[in-house]
């Protein structure tokens, strides 16, 4: 059995970890605004900055500059060596609604905003979602569609391959990335049975991990769906990393999930845990 310890708790709602300088770095929702944390290995906590809507994400563009996701105002967001906030890029003029939950980065500067086609907390109905692209000049353009709930995102080390989960299809699905930032040759990846995918990961052995909320578990998976190791969550798993000194340290956000109308409610058990994995990170984020 994976021997899990609690590295911080009393999140509200922690969502889309980045190991970043030595520290994991998430979002918390429901804090009011929300909040990009950083978390050492010793469990200190700083709270970075806040964020002017929610759901928000954080990556780094290779000059290393923090980018973030406003999602209720469709903005991608750039912190400039002031602190200030500026626009990046403009979410809204790719999509309708406009793409706001996860964001990676590629080592060429390119952001991958994706999003669902509508508003789970409002209870509208199902509709499908997108991946927007920012190229580093702040231009934004959709790059695919028809996306059952885009979740987690990741990006291989050579920048050729984007891997997304589609948490209603319970599947990966992989893209090539053309030279110009694009997706094509749109292919399923891995089909998770019952595994319903949130936040993912790649190692070097070229595994992913993902996050499940509703069987309240993290999944280690090859391209195919062949199950490498499952982790066991006594709560629901919305998102995971690897980082420390080697990232071989499986970083796993957890909260009990009682539905999207009781996301922020008390008491808050939002909690970051950690893992050994047998194989390091790599690839963005």
Request: with cysteine; charged share 20%; proline share 7%.
């Amino acid at each position: 059995m994976t021997q899990l310890q609690v590295l911080t708790g009393g999140v509200v709602f922690g969502e889309q970890p980045r190991w970043h300088q030595g520290r994991i770095w998430f979002s918390d929702w429901g804090r009011r605004p929300p909040e990009v944390l950083a978390v050492d290995l010793d469990g200190n906590s700083e709270a970075i900055l806040q964020v002017p809507s929610f759901p928000c994400c954080v990556d780094w563009l290779p000059d290393g500059r923090l980018l973030v996701v406003s999602g209720g105002e469709g903005l991608l967001l750039r912190q400039e060596p002031d602190g200030s906030l500026v626009t990046h890029g403009d979410l809204n003029a790719a999509s309708h609604p406009a793409a706001g939950n996860e964001l990676v980065v590629d080592g060429r500067g390119n952001a991958y905003v994706n999003g669902g086609g509508f508003d789970l907390m409002a209870g509208e109905p199902f509709a499908p979602g997108v991946i927007t692209l920012v190229t580093p000049d702040g231009t934004a353009r959709q790059v695919t569609d028809g996306l059952a709930f885009p979740n987690g995102m990741l990006i291989t080390p050579d920048n050729t391959t984007l891997i997304v989960g589609e948490s209603y299809a319970n599947r990966l699905t992989a893209f090539d990335i053309t030279p110009d930032g694009g997706l094509s040759n749109r292919r399923v990846w891995a089909e998770l049975g019952d595994g319903v995918p949130d936040g993912i990961c790649l190692d070097a052995e070229g595994a992913v991990w993902y996050a499940d909320v509703p069987n309240t578990r993290c999944v280690r998976v090859r391209e195919g769906g062949d199950v490498l190791q499952t982790i066991d969550l006594d709560r629901g798993c919305f998102a995971c990393a690897l980082g420390g000194p080697d990232r071989t340290t499986l970083f796993l956000v957890a909260k009990e999930w009682n539905g999207p109308a009781n996301m922020f409610a008390e008491p808050h058990t939002g909690q970051v845990l950690t893992a050994h994995a047998p194989a390091a990170g790599t690839g963005w984020p």
